[in-house]
């Protein structure tokens, strides 16, 4: 099978199949749309916004740059872009317009703020791939030789591929941005991480989980004003900033139709808010239909909907984790993942087959250790009991070798 890198659809090998494929509707959308980006760097540029004090540009309106820009040239109209809105682009209506632009460098747009113009580039391949764990430089460490015995190697495995503290906070207010958008168009949603943001096994190039959770809520009771499933499916997503969805109609759809649901409010969102979203599509075959994208620093973000059992499987691993005192289980974790890492176990000749993921890996790891008697066997209990555990490192370590 051959896969067209323009649209991503998949043509079988031989004959005319790939001619055939060109011609159709899919990928000659594909084609109009990246002749049309690549006409945007002749009638927009980049702003990036300098603030000199905490008030800054979180508090700037897209109207004020536009302002801003009369003084300088022919009026243009502004987009925000980012998760701080911290840079946006400017739409002229001339390409001389966009010269004069360039050729001012930068514009005053208040007391505090300043925007430094540049050119806007457009590229058609990832040259980033978002994070990733740098299996080299990780073996370079591991094999210095003041590293040394397996103790001090998973130490100093788990100490650089681990997710850091600054990590998780970008991750979190990631996730809190992403609420403050996906506010305009459903009320009251509730976004949670769940995957390797509560596990405790993370690494830095781990992807986002995601799940927006149906909280109750009686202060927000639905009106006498209710849209049925083919109304939220077919009525443009713009329409409900003026009348906000509320978690009882979507409650009311089937997951795969909440899910078609949410992705039309993230293309809405990819048209406003062009810098947060990238590479945007929805896997709705799956056995839990998800949205994936990659933010705007690169992170990949898996995004599912009420999605509670991914949740709790996630809880149970980190629950197991942090019962460990001694700390040696999430460090025999992520020195596992580095091994699958490392071997390419983790990785697919194809982008849409399945392949072993983090998850499973750990899932199968636990499992042997409760089968070796090396982790107890919880189970469930009517009363909640706290329970600590404590795993001696020499004697695990001998049992794992033997």
Known sequence: MGLCELCGSEYPDGGESRTIHESGKRHQKAVERRAQAAELPKKTVFVALVSKGEAGYNSIHSNAIAAAFQGVVWRGRTRFCGFLQDHAFVEFASEDAVEKAKAAKSVRISESLTGVIYERRITFHDDHDGPSVDVDEVIQHVSDPSCKG??????????????????????????????????????NPSLVQFGSAITGVGTNDSD?????????????????????????LSCPAENFRENLIHRDELSALSIRDQTEVLFRILKELRREKCGFFKSLYAVSDA???????????????????????????????????????????????????????????????????????????TVMFITFLQSEKLL???SHSEN????FITIPSNFLLCDLIC
Request: aromatic fraction near 10%; glycine fraction near 4%.
């Open 150 to 187: 397996f103790s001090a190697q998973i130490d100093r495995i788990a100490s650089i591929i681990g997710t850091t503290e600054v990590e998780m906070s970008r991750r979190a207010a990631l996730c809190k941005r992403f609420e403050e958008l996906l506010s305009r168009y459903i009320l």
């Open 208 to 232: 986002m989980d995601i799940c927006l959770l149906f909280m109750p809520d009686e202060s927000s009771r639905m009106s006498d004003f209710v849209r049925d499933g083919t109304e939220l």
């Open 287 to 361: 056995r839990c239909p998800v949205i994936r994208f990659r933010a705007y620093d690169k992170h990949s973000v898996e995004l599912s909907v009420n999605n509670r059992i991914g949740y709790q499987k996630s809880a149970y691993l980190g629950t197991l984790v942090q019962t460990d005192q001694s700390g040696l289980l999430r460090k025999l974790i992520l020195s596992l993942r580095f091994w699958a890492v490392s071997n390419g176990v983790f990785t697919s000749e194809k982008k849409k087959t399945w392949n072993l993921n983090s998850y499973t890996i």
């Open 376 to 378: 107890p066997a919880f």
């Open 384 to 387: 909640a009991v706290c329970v």
